[in-house]
């Protein structure tokens, strides 16, 4: 009798303190989604006031990286605030598609060099490791282009030669603000 009274007494507590993960586990899922949803609403308020330009496409030297192994080529830019807010962080998506509009290439990147919401839901958090982008500032960026196809950096190398060729696949680029927290 007192064995499995000290079972069933056992058996409650685990399902406490299981609750109690539950509940916790909930919480903090929720403000990850909340914050979330906040960081997407402010881009779509605030896209407008930012600047995308002087996006080049660089390479490392010798040869087509992916092909050589020597590196992978990479986007510059500049970012310019336009708005009367501070920006805390900006995330940007870059997406290359045909011109038949199938996308061949997206991804996500933080320009500021931070990650939002990273962690585990028990212990939400943000780890920031940028600056900020002051009203009518511009701040440089760099970003490699991970796992993009070949022929995406070889378009673009053609479309700035002088003579163009007329079979030739063109690739279409798209820079968007998709995240973005501002003071």
């Known amino acids: 009798m007192l064995v499995s009274s000290l079972i069933v007494a056992l058996i409650f507590a685990s399902i406490l303190v299981g609750y109690f993960f539950y509940i916790q586990w909930k919480e903090d899922s929720f403000a990850t989604r909340y914050r979330s949803f906040i960081y997407k609403s402010t881009a779509d308020i605030f896209s407008k006031d930012i600047k995308i330009d002087d996006i080049r496409f660089r390479k490392p030297g010798g040869g087509y990286p992916l092909v050589s192994g020597a590196g992978m080529p990479y986007l510059e830019g500049r970012i310019t605030n336009n708005s009367t807010k501070i920006i805390t962080s900006l995330m940007m998506e870059v997406s290359f598609s045909k011109e038949d509009g199938e996308v061949v290439y997206r991804d996500w990147f933080y320009p500021m060099g931070e990650e939002m ?3 585990s839901p028990f212990f939400s958090s943000f780890r920031k490791t ?3 982008i002051l009203p009518g500032e511009s701040v440089n960026f760099r970003y490699p282009l991970k796992n993009c196809p070949a022929y995406v950096y070889t378009a673009f190398e053609r479309q700035k030669d002088f003579a163009k060729v007329e079979d030739q696949k063109t690739v279409i680029s798209e ?7 501002v003071v």
């Open 117 to 119: 919401f990273s962690g």
């Open 175 to 181: 820079f968007t603000v998709k995240g973005m927290s």
């Open 130 to 132: 940028g600056g900020a």
